[in-house]
């Protein structure tokens, strides 16, 4: 079977997140799983990098089988990236070419090197080979199509959080853990215990496998349910790296799954939406006590009102 490969390359515009538009837009004519070239994001020094060159272009790239119907989707697809030009200025250039399934396999691999999540954390795909420096944690993740790759600011900045509040014997609850990569860096911290939750079986599977590589403690775990419906009992730190809406919706239900003294570190929010997710706080007795600012996404830490 031949695959199209359809690149859209564009410029970043002030401080909107072009890249979650554009996948929006991929979405929306049916190609879910894609990847981001962004070439801000270095790989990190001491990395061999053989026949690798860095990309100098800003572009989201997907993938569909050829079976006559691409042409309707490419067309529609460049129909709604006009209208997003419209609303928000996002210019983008389309180009397409035809990929042989063996060429498909790795193509979307090319652009995933070791890279710093933070001046300590290092994640690098199951396929590069990397040396870590003195003091440097070292993530291992094999993300398959459909999942991060660790590189996105929401999983930086979770990171980030993670590093700065985890304490040795934490228990963590991961919602919507996708590739498991922020419950591998709670135990490289000194999580104990941790759970992480998705709805998607292969989002469980895929993370499954990253806590084996990263030879995770057995107290850590992952399920497939919604949300925290089946977590079971209090946890010390929970992470929720998801949309703002499902936050929202998070907040409703978090009692269940926290203690008087826990942390709460929630993300996937754009800037616009946090006085949304502050307010939710609010009513449901929290207290935002942080909040740092990437690239227009927000991290924010909260916990029990006194």
């Avoid at 200025?89 to 180009?95: E, F, N, Q, T």
């Avoid at 800037?271 to 991290?299: C, D, N, Q, Y």
Wanted: glycine share 10%; charged share 25%; hydrophobic share 40%.
């Amino acid at each position: 079977m031949s695959w199209l490969e359809i690149r859209v390359t564009y410029s970043p515009c002030g401080d909107l997140p072009a890249d979650e538009l554009i996948a929006e837009e991929f979405s929306a004519v049916g190609i879910g799983s894609v990847s981001v070239t962004l070439p801000d994001v270095e790989p990190v020094e001491g990395w061999d990098p053989g026949g690798y060159s860095q990309d100098t272009e800003y572009a989201v790239t997907g993938y569909l089988s050829m079976d006559g119907s691409e042409g309707d989707a490419v067309n529609d697809l460049k129909g709604r990236l006009e209208a997003l030009k419209q609303r928000t200025g996002i210019a983008c250039d389309v180009a397409t070419d035809t990929l042989p399934e063996t060429d498909w396999n790795e193509s979307w691999k090319e652009n995933f090197k070791p890279v710093h999540l933070t001046k300590n954390f290092v994640v690098r795909p199951t396929w590069e080979a990397y040396e870590p420096a003195e003091g440097e944690k070292v993530i291992s993740i094999d993300p398959g199509m459909a999942f991060g790759t660790g590189t996105h600011p929401t999983t930086r900045l979770c990171v980030e959080m993670i590093e700065h509040h985890a304490k040795e014997g934490m228990t963590v609850l991961d919602v919507g853990t996708g590739s498991g990569i922020l419950l591998v860096a709670a135990s490289l911290c000194g999580a104990t215990e941790g759970l992480g939750v998705d709805n998607d079986p292969v989002a469980v599977e895929t993370a499954a496998e990253n806590l084996a590589l990263n030879r995770v403690p057995e107290g850590f775990s992952v399920i497939c349910a919604d949300l925290i419906s089946q977590a079971g009992k209090a946890y010390d730190l929970v992470v929720a790296n998801i949309l703002a809406e499902v936050v929202v919706e998070l907040l409703g239900d978090i009692h269940k799954v926290v203690h008087d003294d826990s942390l709460v570190i929630l993300s996937g929010i754009l800037e616009e939406k946090g006085p949304m997710v502050e307010a939710r706080l609010e009513e449901t007795g929290f207290v935002l006590t942080e909040s740092h600012a990437e690239e227009s996404w927000l991290v924010m830490v909260a916990k029990k009102k006194a």
